[in-house]
C-alpha cells in the first residue's frame, strides 16, 4: 500500500523536475512563479564570483529547492503543476489525500494513527 503511494509521490516530483530542468520555458516559469519566501538571497558579489558558471549556480540552487519540495501535499503539488507547469491536474488526485495520510501513518507511525489506532488498509 505504501509503495504504490510512494511511486505517485516520486513520479510527480521526478515529472515536475524533469521538465523544469530540461525545458527553459518552464525553468523561467519557475524562476518567476514560485513562491521564494524563506529563500536565501543572493547580491551582486555573490552572483558575480560564479564568473561564467552564473547559470550554472542558479541551475543548482533551483534543483535544490526543487528536491525539498514535499510532493506527497497534493494541494501544493497541484499548484505547482498549474502556476509552472501550466498543467490541471485532474481534480480527483485530492481523492489521494486520504490514502497520503494513510502512508504516512504505515511509514511514520509503525501503522497507527496520530491518536495510536491502528490503520486498517483492506483491498476493494
Known sequence: YGSVITALESYLGDAFKYHVINNKSYFYSFLKNYDF??????????????????????????????????????????????????????YTIMDFKDSIQKRHDIFHRNGKNIAGIDIDIESS
Open 37 to 90: 519566501k524563506g529563500e536565501k538571497k543572493y547580491d551582486l558579489r555573490e552572483l558575480g564570483l560564479q564568473g561564467n558558471k552564473i547559470g550554472e549556480f542558479i541551475e543548482n540552487k533551483i534543483k535544490e529547492i526543487m528536491n525539498n519540495i514535499i510532493f506527497h501535499k497534493v494541494k501544493l503539488v497541484t499548484e505547482l503543476y498549474k502556476q509552472i507547469l501550466n498543467i490541471d491536474l485532474p
